[in-house]
């Protein structure tokens, strides 16, 4: 965030040109729906979601399969990528834009193979149905 600071600073400094209207419009709705999306998979899947993977499967976790999950399996980290990467556009960091993208990407695909894994053990051919059935969303997560 101090990069994405900083760049749009030294822009607004030597080259103002840069900073579209526009594109901040189409950021400030992107941050605006990526938070609305988070927000619904957190209230959606009430006591299952943490930000700490679970390593065990509590009593009360339960595999969360309608509303946002299931137009993707993991709409809060899509959310996330959304606000994420619409902060930049907001800025009209054109540096920023791909790194913020790349930076999520990364880490929601080590994170989401990660938990993947336990929710296949925790919930075995559900989840193998669920996961057939609806996709990441996250472009190059299958």
Not at 67 to 91: C, D, M
């Amino acid at each position: 965030m101090l990069v994405a600071c900083i760049e749009h600073a030294a822009e607004l400094r030597w080259a103002p040109a840069i900073k579209l209207p526009a594109v901040s419009w189409a950021g400030l709705v992107a941050v605006v729906v990526g938070e609305l999306l988070r927000k619904a998979a957190m209230i959606q899947a009430q006591h299952n979601f943490t930000h700490m993977i679970q390593l065990r499967k509590r009593p009360e976790h339960t595999l969360v399969t309608s509303g946002v999950y299931a137009w993707v399996r993991h709409p809060g980290y899509v959310g996330w990528t959304i606000w994420a990467v619409g902060t930049q556009l907001l800025l009209c960091n054109p540096l920023c834009i791909p790194a913020f993208a790349a930076a999520a990407w990364r880490f929601f695909d080590r994170r989401i193979r990660a938990e993947e894994r336990l929710l296949a053990s925790f919930f075995g051919e559900a989840w193998q149905q669920y996961r057939a059935r609806v996709r990441s969303g996250i472009p190059g997560i299958p």
